[in-house]
């Protein structure tokens, strides 16, 4: 085999065994909604403004005390909460058994791709607001500063594998897991509450990049 090869397959082992060694903490998500100042303005109230129920992983975002009723013809869910900050585009991620049970077969995307995705209708105490797309089922990622990026040796919108539940009954690898880098976030894995329950993993427990 020529050397050069061999080089190639050496490094990307070390390189594998280096990641594997290193820590990345899990967040777990429910079904929650992102909504336009617009939109929460007409479901709350044109004087309400979102308010703290708990700080999350990522800086700058928090889980809202205001929750909505999202509903299709299918069925409906009550009490999901707004994470904030308003964002420029309404957004609602659900699990693969809440788009079954509302009817929906939404694709898996990044956060912010909501073309040619479906919509619902969310209610709110003060008003109801219908989207025509929005709906998705968020793709598995681990967030990353450019100084954690450096330290594993990962580039931006890069696709890597990772081992969640280690040395439990459940151990998962994880793959297609897409890798965001910004000087806004801060390290951590983000899995829906279905993902995580099929590796018995809760908020707080650790992943390796394999």
Known sequence: MDSK??????????????????????????????????????????????????????????????????????????????????????????????????????PVRDSGKVENTPGLTIIGPKGTVTVPNGVILAKRHIHFTPKDAEDFKIKDNQIVRVRVGSGGEREIVFEQVLCRVSDKFALEMHLDIEEANAAMVRNGAQAFIV
């Open 5 to 106: 090869i061999t080089d190639k397959i050496a490094d990307e082992l070390a390189l594998r065994m280096e990641r594997s060694k290193k820590p990345v903490p899990i967040g777990v998500s429910n079904r929650h909604v992102h909504l336009t100042k617009e939109h929460f303005k007409t479901l709350f109230g044109q004087d309400f403004e979102p308010t703290l129920y708990r700080q999350l992983g990522q800086p700058g975002f928090f889980a809202c005390n205001e929750c909505v009723t999202i509903q299709t013809q299918k069925g409906k869910f009550e009490g999901v909460r707004m994470i904030g900050p308003y964002r420029a585009y309404t957004q609602i991620e659900l699990s693969v058994s809440d788009a079954v049970k509302l009817g929906l077969n939404p």
